[in-house]
């Protein structure tokens, strides 16, 4: 999930995507047998191509310039999730793709009768992403970093206004992607910990099976 844009973002999704591929890659493998690897990015702002669009997906692919595929095995999702900021209810969407950016985007403040457990799957990731089955504890971790990051929001509102230098403001997100990255991380571990299935944790944090693996206790 990206809260913010950032100046680079497009080739960080790049490089993190070539990075799976090549860790991928088996020392001596001539054929280069590597899986599909697709980025799903949920991007909580608007995306400049969709701006003026009612579409809230961007696909991109490796093409040539007559618009015909040259290679399948690398693509992205950048999903614009600022358009889901509770324009309907729930069970107001028909196509499954708008369901799951809105339950992704409205999570944190639905309630249990917002998506009845005949959404089944959806039901269940409203169960384990129910705040109130967290500990104190943890309960007391997501709410501090939730207002650390509406602060780090705010003062990047108020420099902008006061006409503080960008750099000032690189420094700040480098920050609030710094620390997403860690609760990330420290959510995924929780969820490792209750015993909740890799592609599971994976479909709901956007992070690669790869590097879910690689946090296993």
């Known amino acids: 999930m990206q809260k913010a844009d950032q100046e680079f973002l497009k080739s960080r999704i790049v490089a ?22 697709i980025s799903i990015i949920l991007a ?15 696909h ?4 040539d ?3 015909n595929i040259f290679l399948d095995k690398m693509s992205f999702l950048l ?32 309630k249990e009768t917002d998506i009845p457990k005949r959404y089944g799957i959806f039901h269940e990731l409203f169960e384990e992403c129910n705040i109130s089955k967290l500990n104190a504890m943890e309960k007391q971790d997501y709410e501090k970093s939730v207002l650390e990051y ?37 959510m995924v571990m929780g969820m490792l910990k209750k015993g909740i299935d890799i592609p599971t944790i994976a479909e709901i ?12 206790p």
């Not at 997100?173 to 997403?180: L, P, Q, S, T």
């Not at 944090?205 to 296993?216: D, H, V």
């Open 205 to 216: 944090s956007g992070m690669s099976e790869e590097e879910i693996a690689a946090l296993q």
């Open 150 to 186: 509406e602060d780090v929001k705010d003062a990047m509102k108020y420099h902008r206004k006061l006409g503080i230098d960008e750099g000032f403001e690189k420094g700040m997100r480098k920050g609030i992607e710094k620390g997403r990255q860690e609760n990330l991380r420290q």
């Open 60 to 63: 991109v692919m490796l093409k």
């Open 44 to 58: 909580n702002f608007k995306i400049l191509e969709l701006k003026n669009s009612d579409k809230f997906i961007q």
């Open 65 to 67: 310039d007559d618009n």
């Open 79 to 110: 999903i614009d999730l600022s358009k889901f900021a509770g324009r309907k209810e729930f069970v107001q969407y028909a196509d499954d793709k708008e369901k799951w950016c809105y339950a992704i985007k409205n999570m944190w403040q639905m």
């Open 16 to 37: 993190y995507s070539s990075r799976i591929i090549s860790s991928a890659l088996e020392s001596g493998d001539l054929e280069y047998r590597y899986p599909k690897v």
